[in-house]
């Protein structure tokens, strides 16, 4: 089975990342769309219209039968667009976590770390209307502004990332807040800094898994059911540093494995 993953940079490789842990049986391409990254700062036109330029791309060049959109901005901006527009492929795209927060906190204090877009996004705002009646829960939502470049730059660990982490952070911790959402693919990289500033007990909620669980599922609808070994080919619109491409699948044995070329989109 053929499936095009694709992300404004490295982010949407955690995602890739837990459907190779939990999926079987696909050739994954995936697209780093550097070139055109950050998506969180530009229009819902534009990231719209970006994210139909690379289904197409996917679509016509290498006859993907799901398209993943591992970025919460991207799949608050296109995801109907793109269900519409291919009506026949399996579509998922990626929203923030606030379910399982809802279940798993205690202090019903819930901290939600996000680009801007995805926070204003219709989507977001929807979802969290919806779950928050569930319970009486709390949300401490904080727009990262910034944290996506740290970490394609691979500053993961480097005073400015932390110092920014521990100044949204601290209003959390402020209010006993148990449980962060991830709402950006980008920052489950990050996960270890977060969990020295706020605690090993901290619950940090990320979707690479929920996704691969919903591939899974979709895909054993459809018929297809294929076990061999996954291959992953990463694609890149700009530049990209590879260094943190190892860092991301440093527990990878197949590592050496993984191809990574330029293209154009």
Same mark, same amino acid.
């Given at each position: %089975?053929?499936?095009?993953?694709?992300?404004?940079?490295?982010?949407?490789?955690?995602?890739? *990342?837990?459907?190779?842990?939990?999926?079987?049986?696909?050739?994954?391409?995936?697209?780093?769309?550097?070139?055109?990254?950050? #998506?969180?700062?530009?229009?819902?036109? !534009?990231?719209?219209?970006?994210?139909?330029?690379?289904?197409? $791309?996917?679509?016509?060049?290498?006859?993907?039968?799901?398209?993943?959109? !591992?970025?919460?901005? !991207?799949?608050?901006?296109?995801?109907?667009?793109?269900?519409?527009?291919?009506?026949?492929?399996?579509?998922?795209?990626?929203?923030?976590?606030?379910?399982?927060?809802?279940?798993?906190?205690?202090?019903?204090?819930?901290?939600?770390?996000?680009?801007?877009?995805?926070?204003?996004? @219709?989507?977001?705002?929807?979802?969290?209307? +919806?779950?928050?009646? +569930?319970?009486?829960?709390?949300? #401490?939502?904080?727009?990262?502004?910034?944290?996506? @470049?740290?970490?394609?730059?691979?500053?993961? &660990?480097? $005073?400015?990332?932390?110092? %920014?982490?521990?100044?949204?952070? *601290?209003?959390?911790?402020?209010?006993?807040?148990?449980?962060?959402?991830?709402?950006?693919?980008?920052?489950?990289?990050?996960?270890? &800094?977060?969990?020295?500033? %706020?605690?090993?007990?901290?619950?940090?909620?990320?979707?690479? +898994?929920?996704?691969?669980?919903?591939?899974?599922?979709?895909? *054993?609808?459809?018929?297809?059911?294929? $076990?061999?070994?996954?291959?992953?080919?990463?694609?890149?619109?700009?530049?990209?540093?590879?260094? %943190?491409?190892?860092?991301? $699948?440093?527990?990878? *044995?197949?590592?050496?494995?993984?191809?990574?070329?330029?293209?154009?989109?």
């Amino acid at each position: %089975m053929k499936i095009g993953v694709f992300d404004s940079g490295l982010g949407g490789l955690t995602v890739v *990342k837990a459907i190779n842990k939990y999926f079987k049986g696909a050739d994954i391409l995936y697209i780093a769309d550097t070139i055109f990254a950050p #998506y969180g700062n530009k229009t819902h036109e !534009a990231i719209k219209n970006r994210c139909i330029l690379i289904s197409e $791309f996917l679509i016509k060049n290498h006859n993907i039968e799901a398209l993943i959109v !591992a970025c919460n901005t !991207a799949t608050s901006a296109a995801i109907k667009e793109l269900r519409n527009l291919y009506p026949n492929l399996i579509v998922i795209g990626t929203e923030p976590g606030i379910k399982p927060a809802i279940e798993l906190t205690k202090t019903l204090n819930i901290g939600v770390l996000a680009t801007a877009a995805t926070l204003k996004g @219709e989507k977001y705002q929807l979802l969290v209307n +919806q779950l928050s009646k +569930q319970k009486p829960i709390k949300l #401490y939502e904080q727009a990262c502004i910034g944290l996506v @470049e740290q970490i394609e730059k691979g500053e993961i &660990n480097s $005073f400015k990332t932390n110092e %920014m982490l521990k100044k949204w952070l *601290k209003p959390m911790i402020e209010n006993s807040v148990d449980t962060i959402v991830l709402g950006c693919t980008h920052y489950p990289i990050v996960s270890d &800094n977060i969990k020295n500033i %706020m605690g090993e007990n901290i619950n940090l909620i990320e979707t690479g +898994q929920a996704i691969a669980n919903r591939l899974e599922y979709l895909c *054993k609808i459809k018929g297809h059911c294929n $076990f061999d070994p996954i291959k992953i080919s990463i694609l890149h619109t700009g530049n990209i540093n590879k260094n %943190m491409i190892k860092k991301i $699948f440093e527990n990878n *044995k197949n590592i050496d494995e993984i191809k990574v070329r330029k293209c154009e989109i």
